[in-house]
């Protein structure tokens, strides 16, 4: 039997690309949304659309949702992975920054959720997956926003849990703490920047983007009836 429809957000690195792979060695279909298509379509991963897609833009991700769908059916899954790390102090910070993470982190995430949910409400069945972050449960220096974004994530997901669980439809979150990725890269202070290489490097390295893709499948793969409702992983050796 043909495995239904898993949508990727953020697909073209990190973790989002590692989610990517590690489904589609599963035989799922895929839709793989990212701002640079080229590193999408370089995955060349079988039974894939891939779009190049700005998850704030709502309109462009419902049609592209759409357009997959009458590929590969309904959307089973949407995994809200796409997110961006600004780290700053508020004093000092362009405001930019703040609206940029604000923007892809909580309304790109309120855009694929609705992208998707009406459809899996009225068919009774599917699963968002959204990626939050060990900042979406507690603070860390340097990271206001982004942990202001990411405990925005846990409670949107959680309530949205709440809201459709009467509809046989799973939110699950999905915290990890430090992986080894792109994210950090776009710091654009970089004391900052360096004090956190160097608290990765001090804790012996910390978590693959494939051990949190592992943990996706794992979570999405229990029977529609079980719902996860959250997984917080960390490499060992972090403490905070
Ligand atoms: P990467 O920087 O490697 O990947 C981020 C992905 O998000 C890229 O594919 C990027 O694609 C995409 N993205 C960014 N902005 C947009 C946008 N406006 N529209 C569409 N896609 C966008 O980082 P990670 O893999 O680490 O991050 C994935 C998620 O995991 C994020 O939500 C992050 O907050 C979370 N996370 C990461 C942790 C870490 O330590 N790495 C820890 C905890 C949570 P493109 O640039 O091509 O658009």
Redesign the pocket.
């Known amino acids: 039997m043909q495995k239904p429809l898993i949508v990727i ?10 989610t990517a792979k590690v489904f589609a060695a599963q035989g799922y279909p895929l839709l793989l ?5 080229e ?2 379509k370089a995955l060349n991963l079988p039974n894939t659309i891939c779009a190049a ?4 833009d709502r309109e462009t991700f419902v049609k592209t949702i759409r357009e997959a769908e009458e590929k590969f059916g309904e959307a089973d899954a949407l995994i809200n ?5 600004l780290l700053g102090t508020v004093s000092q910070q362009d405001p930019a920054e703040w609206q ?1 993470m604000m ?3 909580v309304t ?1 995430v309120l855009n694929g959720i609705h992208a998707v949910l009406p459809k899996m409400v009225a068919r009774q069945s599917g699963t968002i997956i959204n ?5 979406g449960r507690k603070t860390f220096p340097n990271h206001v926003v ?1 942990c202001g974004t ?1 405990f925005a994530v846990h409670a949107i997901s959680e309530n949205l849990r709440e809201e459709v669980a009467s509809k046989n439809v799973r939110v699950i979150t999905i ?12 710091t654009t202070d970089t004391a900052i920047k360096s004090g956190y290489e160097s608290w990765k490097k001090d804790m012996g390295g ?2 693959s ?1 494939e051990s ?1 893709a592992q943990t996706i499948l794992f979570a999405y793969q229990q029977p529609q009836s079980v719902c996860i409702r959250e997984i917080v992983l960390t490499a060992t050796k972090q403490e905070p």
């Open positions: 957000t953020g697909a073209s690195s990190g973790i989002g690309e590692a949304l990212a701002r640079r298509i590193k999408l897609l700005d998850v704030t992975n796409a997110g961006v790390m940029r923007d892809v982190n790109g990626i939050s972050s060990v900042a982004y990411k915290a990890p703490g430090a992986v080894e990725t792109e994210l950090l890269g776009h910390v978590l983007a949190i």
